[in-house]
């Protein structure tokens, strides 16, 4: 076999690995939600809170009266790279739905679901409303299902098996989901609460 054929052959592989995977659907559910974001994105003009975390964004600072500073440190990064421009302020919004889905996905997996199952989830998270809408306009919220999401798939994963450690990594989380808002704290009460509840409380 020449070395032509070797790269052929080795390509094949990667894309049969790709389709066969259990993420294929939802990676394909999350890329369709974010074009469809993406396409309307500049059809409407600013959301009036967007204009408040504009204003933020350019008086950076450890808190303001009605949240923390994550969210307006992101938006400034975010100015700094891409503009301020709609198309490229709401970049980071969808793109945080994109990772809530396919999170899900793989919660889903971590549970034991098949690739039906998966693709079935994301669909459910991708078709909610109310977390479609949170992708449409800049705000904390976006950024808040995201620090969810990832907190509960670590959760999960220590649940099923993985290491303590990974204790280190949901505090991490968590850290930065306070930053961005503080409703991530209702996840840590209703997290203890559950642990003292069941036999995981070891």
């Keep these: 076999m020449t070395p032509i054929d070797t790269n052929i052959d080795d390509h094949r592989q990667i894309h049969k690995s790709i389709l066969s995977s259990d993420l294929t659907i939802p990676v394909l559910i999350a890329a369709l939600q974010f074009i469809v974001q993406v396409a309307f994105h500049g059809n409407y003009g600013y959301f009036r809170d967007e204009l408040y975390y504009i204003a933020c964004s350019d008086r950076l600072a450890f808190g303001y009266v009605d949240a923390p500073p994550l969210s307006a440190v992101i938006l400034a990064f975010s100015r700094s790279i891409l503009g301020d421009s709609l198309q490229a302020i709401r ?112």
């Design 91 to 202: 970049f980071l919004p969808s793109l945080a739905g994109v990772g809530v889905v396919l999170l899900t996905a793989l919660m889903c997996r971590q549970l034991g679901g098949g690739r039906f199952a998966q693709g079935l989830a994301a669909l459910s998270v991708a078709a909610a409303h109310v977390l479609l809408g949170h992708g449409r306009y800049f705000s904390m919220n976006a950024f808040d299902i995201l620090f969810w999401a990832l907190a509960g798939y670590i959760v999960i994963k220590i649940l099923t098996g993985g290491s303590p450690r990974l204790w280190i990594a949901f505090g991490i989380v968590v850290g930065f989901g306070l930053l961005n808002k503080y409703s991530i704290g209702f996840l840590c009460i209703g997290l203890v609460g559950g642990l003292l509840l069941t036999s995981q409380r070891k």
